[in-house]
């Protein structure tokens, strides 16, 4: 009998286990039953007469048939050497299967002979083609060895051998041209046939309360089932287990770090956060203050916050943090925002000084008698200017760091760090923000505040996302305008674009501003953009335009006559300030850009954005790009420019965009559009999270039951070893090192 510990070797062969490795990093018994089918045949392998062959190249097909012609062949390039091609029945289009080794197969596979072949597809001048697929000769159980050994477990013969294969709901595993999806079934089989009876993993109670199959059942079920109500049983038990698992590992580790020791900071009424809420020139929103409320108070405790801020662009969450990270202040530490651009940091920095006023003059002329200093590093400035800076931060003088990447590194040293703030924290990974929170003294874990602007969809919150808890803003600030959104189909109605342009003119003649923003640089640049289906792939359109070639006809066409600026993120950072100062200041009236100004920037004045090529950009960042207007007092206009047919896919995804400012409405669409290893990604792992049965749009009052279990049982056995089971694919120090790479 064999264990889920097992290596392979022993029971399926050294051949087969060194390719189930070297091929799918399959290593044990437990990795290989986990190693779920992608699909289920449904009749795909008795393909008969007749029968419609609508198949894409590369497609896996089994077909059972008879050879109606077998011809021996030579090759005519090199050493020649024999290979047999076969046609397989009377079909269309005309099937052909090549065997490279026709010495030994031409007695076997001859004209009249009924066989089942099973491969991908290929097509040549029209004809389908298989490549040295797995065969069976039905009469006598013969052929390639996974099928041969599925046939010799069975006491039938010719076509009734077919019941092995023909159940409705046969395995398709992922697979390649090295190893198939009957040597990978074959594996499987031989390896349940011996497997002992796998222990439960989760509480009995909960299994009888939920009606769910055992481990074990399921286990099997889910490669063996012969009905299609124990299949659909078998995937919902193991939907729970990959929600149960995914929320164990993030209830270690929210759990590990309720003992760490925060630093208190009790609000004080005589300190820089009572006196920038005394000189805010705007009133905070209901929502603004309900947040601070609970951050501020989070913030006077011992336990180290985390906690994420979600909001819609241009929701104050900037105000939020700066008046959180001056209670810090006023109890003695230092702060650090960790910006992903070093446009966003620079905008930070400009914006929370401007704020600040004489708050931020530490020891400068004009500053406030309890004022602190705010300090920028990024990693363009110059040797002596980054000493200057660290010096500053070491010393304590700078209340607020305001830094990208670079204030991961090592020569970085705080005086007394006691909260780390994260913009935009899709950007960066847990390993990055807690490289980042280990600069403080000994002892202290500092509080932790992460930003975004893309709303989190609920389920997203609780995976992604789950070892922090979530605060929203869903009111912008009073005075916002409205932001009009249409989609131009180029192709359809060209004049459409000219009169975007004409637009633009329009408003910089009323002493207004545009932003132009294209997908991509120059032709040397790779896409950036949300990665397109199949059948998006094969929709027609000439390539992207760059934005490099953009500026250059919107000079000299129909913008001509206007101060155009260009932004993109292979400028020299001197370079992207002096463009962005500019603009800032009104003395660009048109910046054409790429997506670098996606997050942060903020110029109130302007009022229009273009943006080419719209189908290129994901829906999350199509709803950041139109953030960066309808930041001021006058009504704005976001146009949305595609090549693409208004029926596609993508006209139909951008119609979306266009038909709502809600970004939660449009984080929930963009969660419906990717798959889970979009979403979760590299995000919280060393590699991609893969939830075969697991879905983030559809399930979660399954991730909602799952969080609730785990914290239960954490709370009874912390180290309880059925979840360790089922959290290994997500923290097993091997293979994910608990969900902190990123």
Not at 63 to 83: K, L, N, Q
Request: charged fraction near 25%; hydrophobic fraction near 40%.
């Amino acid at each position: 009998m064999a264990s889920l510990n097992d290596r392979l070797p022993f029971l399926v062969g050294d051949k087969a286990a060194s390719q189930l490795e070297e091929y799918f990093g399959i290593r044990t018994v437990y990795d290989l039953v986990r190693y779920f089918p992608r699909k289920y045949s449904d009749a795909m392998t008795t393909r008969g007469e007749g029968e419609e062959l609508d198949l894409e190249e590369g497609e896996h097909v089994t077909f059972v048939d008879e050879i109606t012609r077998a011809e021996p062949r030579w090759t005519t390039r090199g050493s020649r050497r024999e290979y047999l091609v076969i046609t397989l029945g009377h079909r269309r289009p005309k099937v052909t299967a090549t065997f490279f080794n026709a010495r030994y197969l031409k007695k076997q596979l001859t004209a009249g002979t009924r066989v089942m072949l099973s491969g991908e597809v290929g097509y040549f001048k029209g004809i389908m083609q298989l490549t040295h697929p797995a065969f069976l000769v039905l009469d006598s159980g013969k052929g390639t060895k996974s099928l041969a050994a599925i046939a010799a477990a069975s006491t039938a013969s010719g076509d009734e051998l077919l019941s092995e294969f023909e159940r409705d709901f046969f395995p398709i595993y992922p697979a390649n041209s090295k190893m198939q999806t009957w040597e990978i079934y074959a594996c499987v089989r031989q390896v349940l046939a011996v497997l002992d009876p796998v222990a439960e993993t989760i509480p009995n109670w909960f299994v009888r309360e939920h009606d769910l199959m055992s481990e074990d059942e399921a286990l099997r079920a889910v490669h063996l089932a012969e009905t299609s109500i124990d299949r659909t049983r078998a995937i919902e038990r193991l939907t729970y287990d990959e929600a149960i698992g995914l929320q164990w590992g993030l209830v270690v580790r929210r759990h590990s770090e309720l003992s760490d020791s925060g630093p208190p900071a009790p609000r004080r009424d005589d300190g820089l956060a009572a006196a920038m809420a005394a000189q805010l020139p705007f009133e905070l929103t209901d929502g603004q203050r309900e947040v601070l409320g609970v951050i501020s108070a989070e913030l006077t405790a011992t336990r180290p916050m985390n906690r994420m801020l979600q909001g819609e662009v241009g929701s104050g969450k900037t105000i939020v943090s700066v008046l959180a990270m001056l209670q810090m202040i006023d109890a003695g530490y230092q702060c650090a925002l960790l910006a992903p651009t070093e446009v966003l940091a620079a905008q930070h920095a400009q914006s929370i000084r401007a704020m600040l006023g004489p708050l931020a003059l530490a020891g400068q002329l004009g500053g406030a008698e309890q004022a602190t200093r705010v300090a920028l590093l990024t990693g363009s400035m110059s040797a002596q200017h980054k000493r200057e800076v660290r010096d500053e931060v070491a010393s304590g003088a700078a209340g607020i760091v305001i830094g990208t990447h670079a204030l991961l590194q090592d020569a970085v040293e705080f005086h007394r760090l006691g909260m780390v703030v994260v913009d935009e924290q899709h950007r960066f990974g847990v390993e990055q923000r807690d490289r980042l929170r280990a600069k403080a003294p000994d002892g202290i874990t500092p509080h932790l505040l992460v930003m975004t602007a893309t709303p989190i969809p609920r389920t997203v919150a609780l995976t992604v996302y789950g070892d922090l808890e979530t605060s929203t803003l869903r009111e912008l600030p009073r005075g916002r305008q409205p932001i009009t959104s249409n989609t131009i189909f180029v192709r359809q109605k060209p004049a459409w674009l000219d009169r975007a342009w004409a637009r633009i003119v329009e408003e910089v003649k009323a002493g207004r501003q545009a932003y132009v923003v294209a997908s991509r640089i120059d032709e040397d640049d790779t896409p950036t953009s949300a990665k397109k289906t199949k059948k998006e792939a094969k929709e027609p359109g000439p390539p992207p335009t760059t934005v490099v070639e953009l500026f250059a006809r919107l000079q000299r066409g129909p913008l001509t006559g206007l101060r155009l600026g260009l932004m993109h993120g292979r400028l020299p950072s001197e370079e992207k300030d002096a463009v962005m100062s500019a603009f800032r200041a009104g003395e660009i009236d048109v910046l054409v850009c790429t997506t670098v100004i996606e997050v942060g920037v903020d110029v109130p004045n302007a009022t229009v954005m273009v943006v080419m090529d719209a189908d290129r950009f994901g829906i999350s960042q199509l709803h950041q790009l139109r953030g960066r207007i309808g930041r001021g007092e006058h009504p704005s206009l976001c146009l949305l420019a595609t090549n693409l047919p208004e029926q596609s896919k993508a006209g139909q995804r951008l119609k979306a965009v266009a038909a709502t400012q809600d970004g939660f409405a449009l984080a929930d669409l963009d969660l419906r559009e990717r798959s889970e290893g979009d979403v979760l990604g590299l995000h919280q792992s060393g590699r991609p999270i893969t939830l075969r049965f697991l879905s983030l749009a559809e399930h979660y009052d399954i991730i909602r039951t799952a969080r609730d279990l785990c914290e239960s049982v954490y709370d009874h056995d912390p180290l309880d070893s059925g979840m360790a089971v089922l959290s290994a694919p997500f923290i097993d120090a091997d293979r994910v090192q608990f969900l902190e790479k990123s």
